[in-house]
């Protein structure tokens, strides 16, 4: 079931940013999720200020990027610290993560697939009046069509699950993409723009409105939540200094 457990009374953080730079952003997920307090988070970026390519953490530049095109459009490269595959993202991308305590989600099983499934259901009330919303490996698809890439961090205490929506994207940025050497089956060797497609074709209401219903899906899996701004959280982890250990990065750039 999707529904959280209410054993604990915390309420969950939300933090919303526009146009954070992804590496930031990926660098204070990676922060959170390593802290040692049991806080929950979910986390929002409405579009990302300079085109960026994101790989996951065991992927290779030279097998999954055009160097020369991504250069020649000044795209950013950062590879992240949990797996999954490749993106592009600009401003037409929102970025959701969610960071969760295990014991508030005690019937999920704390492997891959079942989190996936959970998070499909999780987004459930914002999509299924949209289309044929569905999990198609670890995508998000209408039909046959990806609206968005999930990945995933899972711990014995503590998971993550992040996605990248693609609301809108630019044709031309999909170029400095490679054809991945493994891709999903339900691809079918097509093209990135034969197998994708923009969140805002299928989504009724406005981007803001979208975002806004990602509060509403919480609530509607039974978690309370309350806002918090990004300089409190920042401040926050600085005086904790992770608790006494160094901070561990996997998040990195990749020049060039």
Not at 13 to 33: F, I, K, P
Not at 74 to 101: A, M, N, Q, Y
Not at 160 to 168: A, K, M, R
Not at 212 to 241: C, K, M, N, P, S
Request: with cysteine; net charge neutral; hydrophobic share 35%.
């Amino acid at each position: 079931s999707v529904m959280a457990s209410s054993s604990s009374s915390s309420c969950v953080s939300v933090l919303r940013m526009t146009r954070q730079c992804v590496y930031r952003m990926l660098q204070l997920e990676e922060d959170l999720l390593r802290q040692d307090k049991g806080t929950s988070w979910l986390i929002v970026n409405d579009g990302i200020p300079k085109p960026t390519v994101v790989m996951g953490i065991s992927g290779k530049e030279e097998k999954l990027v055009d160097v020369d095109v991504a250069r020649h459009q000044g795209v950013d490269l950062v590879k992240r610290f949990t797996g999954g595959g490749t993106v592009v993202l600009d401003e037409g991308s929102i970025l959701v993560s969610l960071i969760c305590e295990a014991d508030r989600t005690p019937d999920v099983p704390l492997f891959p697939r079942p989190l996936m499934r959970w998070s499909k259901e999780f987004y459930d009330p914002i999509f299924s009046t949209c289309g044929d919303f569905k999990l198609s490996e670890t995508d998000y698809t209408f039909g046959d069509l990806k609206f968005g890439g999930n990945a995933q961090y899972i711990s014995k205490r503590r998971w993550l699950h992040h996605t990248s929506f693609l609301w809108d994207y630019d044709p031309e940025r999909m170029k400095c993409l490679l054809h991945p050497p493994k891709e999903p089956e339900y691809r079918k060797k097509r093209t990135h723009l034969d197998f994708l497609c923009k969140l805002k074709d299928y989504y009724p209401g406005s981007r803001e409105a979208f975002i806004g219903g990602i509060t509403d899906a919480l609530e509607h899996a039974g978690f309370e939540w309350q806002d918090v701004q990004e300089e409190e959280v920042r401040a926050q982890l600085a005086t904790e200094g992770m608790g006494g250990k160094k901070r561990l990065q996997s998040t990195k750039r990749i020049p060039i």
